[in-house]
């Protein structure tokens, strides 16, 4: 099993509730409010590894969940903060939305992403007391947070793709030049996943990643897929390597063009990438032929560089080839996007409580939004105030609250007596 796009579902922590409570101490007559603020919500947190290049471990967990923060509590006690959920994640991990917008890269071995944040915490009622409200017996909630369903998509990040029909030896040479052990044996698809590997080279290092075989019609679903096709959209170099023995009664030249058909149909943006081309199994029968034909053909375009890779042969020429390729191309870079944000920014949602005869509060996001904006000894912005109170509906929620001409009305700090 090879697992690298997958859907899950991410929820940070709910903000803890602010307190209600009233003061009450011994020979103290109406202490007066004094509910403490609610804790913040954990956030969902993602973490880049280079421990990890699959995606499997998501498919037996699915559903992350940050705690919740606690709520306030008397005494102007602050409820605790919720704690943030840390999921690791593999380097290459680009997380979108299911609709295809991008929340983060994850790039960087170490890198941090907060996917969602926790909700606020309510603020205790002790906030709310005013000259005309001593006693408050109401404090906000924390924000309520969503549940998201996100998509993770690995896409495996080397300087070097390996790529070619199956069975010419690609996991050889990674097996040859790096630390990797991939599977290598005699028949198609030994290789199921991508295996990376570190090529050191005296003073410079690479990374080389070994992609499964394609074959034709690989971009549309062929073979294993094009689903391995998205590994090589962030290397640096191609390396192509050809069976150039013709050994399976192909000609190398078809293969060639073939697998290169395949590669920019999938994404026509990957033929700026250089392609150094490797003639395999140069020990086999045919192969003096073959080259020869394929360097008449594609030498002045391409590096050809043959090789025997179960013997090594050829294969530190192809490490200085990859060297100063390398040596001269931009580093690799992550993708640039806009991020974008699992989160309603501003909470326009209000409700209305009564809090006395004849005196009803507008509470929720819409009041910290207004409250933001109105200033009230500015007569332009009071008409503004006015008209988002009649545009979002909060005047005909009064009237069915039971609000009637001369009752007050507080929203925030803004304090006004209802007319029609
Ligand atoms: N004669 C000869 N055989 C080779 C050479 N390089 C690899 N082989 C053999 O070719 C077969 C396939 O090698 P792999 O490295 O598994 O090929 P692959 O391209 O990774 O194949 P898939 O993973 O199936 O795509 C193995 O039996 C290797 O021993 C070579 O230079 N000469
Ligand atoms: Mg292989």
Not at 53 to 64: D, M, R, V
Not at 351 to 377: A, M, P, Q, T, W
Request: overall charge negative; hydrophobic content about 35%; some cysteine.
């Amino acid at each position: 099993m090879f697992i690298d796009k997958v859907k899950i579902y991410v929820k940070a922590g709910n903000g803890g509730n602010g307190s209600a409570s009233m003061h009450t101490e011994k020979y103290v007559a109406n202490g007066g409010p004094d509910g403490g603020d609610g804790g913040k919500g954990g956030d969902v947190v993602f973490v880049a590894t280079t421990g990890e290049n699959t995606l499997n471990a998501f498919h037996f967990q699915k559903h992350f969940r940050a705690e919740n923060g606690e709520n306030g509590g008397r005494q102007k006690c602050y409820g605790k903060q919720g704690k943030d959920l840390v999921v690791s994640v593999p380097v290459g991990t680009v997380v979108k939305t299911t609709d295809g917008k991008i929340i983060a890269d994850m790039y960087e071995d170490g890198q941090r992403e907060i996917i969602c944040k926790g909700g606020k915490g309510g603020r205790g009622n002790w906030h709310f007391k005013t000259s005309r409200r001593q006693s408050p017996s109401f404090a906000e909630h924390g924000v309520r947070t969503e549940e998201y369903e996100i998509v993770l998509e690995l896409k495996t990040i080397a300087d070097v793709g390996l790529v070619g029909f199956p069975n010419v030896g690609k996991s050889t040479l990674l097996s040859v030049v790096t630390e990797a052990k991939p599977k290598i044996a005699n028949y198609h698809f030994t290789t199921l996943s991508p295996n990376l590997g570190v090529v050191s080279y005296y003073d410079n290092s690479f990374v080389m990643a070994d992609i499964p075989g394609l074959i034709e019609g690989a971009s549309e679903g062929a073979g294993l897929g094009h689903s391995f096709l998205r590994h090589i959209e962030r290397t640096r170099i191609l390396v192509h390597v050809i069976d150039i023995s013709g050994s399976e009664q192909r000609d190398p030249l078809d293969d060639f063009e073939l697998i290169n058909n395949e590669i920019y149909s999938y994404d026509a943006t990957l033929a700026d990438l250089p392609m150094v081309v490797v003639a395999n199994k140069m020990d086999m029968p045919n192969a003096e032929e073959n080259l020869a034909r394929f360097t008449a053909k594609y030498g002045d375009k391409y590096t050809v560089i043959p090789t025997t890779t179960i013997i090594h042969e050829g294969v530190e020429v192809l490490l200085k080839t990859l060297i100063e390729i390398l040596q001269t191309l931009p580093p690799a870079e992550p993708i640039q996007f806009v991020p974008h944000v699992l989160e309603k920014l501003d909470d326009d949602s209000y409700s209305i409580e009564v809090l006395d005869d004849g005196v009803f509060e507008v509470v929720g996001g819409l009041v910290e939004i207004l409250n933001r904006k109105v200033n009230l000894d500015d007569y332009d912005s009071f008409r503004y105030f006015q008209r988002v109170m009649k545009d979002r509906g909060v005047i005909a929620e009064l009237r069915k609250a039971g609000a009637v001409d001369g009752d007050t009305v507080i929203v925030g700090e803004i304090e006004f007596d209802f007319l029609d």
